[in-house]
């Protein structure tokens, strides 16, 4: 058995992982195409870029990204999601129909 | 239009509120049919007292519960989802499904 962290509560195990205010948005700018560390910093939350390094850091460890090199000299890479990863296309999803019910003056990038 | 605290983005706005590692197990415990403080203590993942009081306070203010006095003398309370708080069952389904999916020693409360 697997050692988790506070209960083996499947909510409780991705919570210890997703349980921020930032790493389903870096998820959420994969989802729609960014690719590239710089990407993600244009993103409208501004994410502090020291977030984004650590979060970035742990999805990889987790599995649900990969990180390519696209360029050397300076080494540059990308970031993609894996096939877990895909996988939190539906909660997203969910969320976003719940955002979007109990806010309704929310707005995905796809409407803006 | 509503000021949001970082952007319009109905993922990040959900963040803001359940953006944690312990509002869901919360909620997660109210579609459970606990209903009383000291029974979201008993929880597996012993959450810290003042966290349970943080997050049923701004549960409230939210909109995501109620909070009636059952008792007296000293007052006592219950707590209960309201309808805006039930329509987060899907964003739990779906993120159990992905939990269980990527982490098969997960279990729910239901199987234990």
């Given at each position: 058995m697997q050692d988790f962290a506070r209960s083996s509560c499947p909510i409780a195990v991705a919570l210890d992982l997703?349980?921020?205010?930032?790493t389903l948005l870096v998820v959420r700018d994969l989802f729609r195409g960014v690719r590239r560390y710089n990407e993600f910093l244009e993103?409208?939350?501004?994410?502090?870029t020291s977030i984004l390094a650590d979060r970035l850091k742990r999805l990889q460890a987790a599995g649900l990204i990969t990180k390519t090199a696209y360029?050397?000299?300076p080494d540059r890479f990308e970031y993609q999601l894996t096939r877990a990863g895909k996988r939190l296309g539906p909660v997203l999803k969910e969320l976003v129909r719940w955002s979007k019910k109990q806010y309704p003056e929310t707005r995905t990038f796809l409407e803006t």
């Open positions: 997703l349980g921020d205010k930032w993103s409208p939350e501004n994410i502090p360029q050397t000299k």
